[in-house]
């Protein structure tokens, strides 16, 4: 048996990419904008305003009609990419 084949596992992993998932992105975009753009608090302004718009896009596509699989690895792969760009930025002094 499938854990996704279980509708009431299948809301939970749903509800949980688009709280947590979806947190997860916005604040790595915050992140990486915030260290892309050396404009000081402008930029991580800018970011955290831009994470807003990635949050909502995140919770809609969560419960869109795509598997929880790929809702998940959406939201994760492009997370994890922002933060270690971010870590690459940091350490090179950008």
Known sequence: MNFFSISGMCLLSR?????????????????????????????????????????VGAV????SPVPPRQVWAGLLLPAAALLAAAALLQRAGA
């Open 15 to 55: 509800v949980l990419a688009a709280v947590l998932g979806g947190y997860l992105l916005a604040s790595a975009l915050g992140v990486f904008i915030g260290t892309a753009f050396a404009a000081g608090a402008d930029s991580v302004l800018a970011g955290v305003q831009l994470g807003f718009v990635i949050y």
């Open 60 to 63: 809609i596509w969560a419960f």
